[in-house]
């Protein structure tokens, strides 16, 4: 017998369940502690010159703490911006369009980030 | 599946226009619209790490830009944004835990969050400029 909830299943406007909440709550709670270390990372480099910036970023905890926190604000960021076009973009069509480019947009900047990082340990 | 329409006259759900100024209200609207300003603003850390991958000129460049007037706005109004979503985020999560919905306490910390980013984005920013100088 098919229950009605099983047939409402995966039928909402995400066609997914908690999942997103929890990812979102996950990377939400990583992004506190990493959030204030970026404010500190970045507010010693103020006027700082391209060779001391990386000479800092180029401490290993320093690039791990700064791509540990890319890595969550770009998931965090991901599914907040599908949430905002799941609730304001009602065509289809339009609707996929956007969420496609949501996730090119982060990935983007997630690829650009990390070759950027990896360039400053490893390839200068 | 075949169900017949039938035209009932039922109450409208309440639409923006009958609302008044809540804190609460403000501070989920700002929540939103703090996570998509940082959303693009992402692209100004990873041009400013670009920057500092590729060349010392490219990094002038893009420090002259972040070192104007118009530039550090921005970066004021990235800092505020930043830590504004942060505190909504923290009260988020109080909420989830089931405390802070007593009448009377979500609005406290509705007052709590403003309050909190203006404070702790203009202490950041004093310590901007007193380490600048």
């Not at chain 2, 041009?47 to 460049?61: E, G, M, N, P, Y």
């Not at chain 2, 944004?81 to 979500?106: Q, S």
Request: charged share 10%.
């Amino acid at each position: 017998m098919k229950t009605p909830f099983a047939r409402a299943r995966g039928l909402g406007a995400a066609h997914s369940g908690t999942e997103h909440f929890w990812m979102q709550r996950l990377t939400g709670v990583a992004s506190i502690p990493l959030t204030v270390a970026f404010i500190a990372i970045i507010v010693s480099l103020v006027g700082a010159s391209q060779a001391s910036v990386i000479a800092t970023l180029s401490n290993p905890f320093v690039a791990m703490i700064l791509f540990a926190g890319l890595m969550a604000g770009l998931i965090h960021m991901q599914i907040g911006m599908r949430v905002v076009i799941e609730d304001y973009i009602h065509t289809e069509l339009r609707k996929i369009a956007l969420l496609m480019a949501n996730i090119f947009f982060t990935l983007a900047l997630g690829i650009a980030a990390t070759y950027a990082i990896l360039k400053i340990n490893f390839g200068l | 599946m075949a169900e017949r329409r039938i035209e009932i006259e039922r109450p409208l759900s309440p639409h923006l226009g009958i609302y008044h100024f809540s804190i609460t209200m403000v501070m989920s609207l700002l929540h939103r619209v703090t996570g998509c300003a940082l959303y693009f603003g992402t692209v100004l850390l990873v041009w400013w790490l670009l920057a500092a991958a590729s060349s010392s000129k490219q990094f002038d460049i893009a420090s002259m830009i972040f070192a104007s007037w118009f530039g550090q706005l921005v970066l004021f109004g990235y800092t505020w944004a930043l830590l504004h979503h942060m505190l909504g985020g923290v009260r988020h999560f109080i909420w989830d835990a089931l405390y802070g919905l007593e009448p009377g306490e979500p609005e406290l910390l509705g007052y709590a969050t403003i309050v909190g980013s203006v404070v702790l984005t203009l202490v950041v920013w004093v310590l901007v400029y007193m380490l600048k100088s």
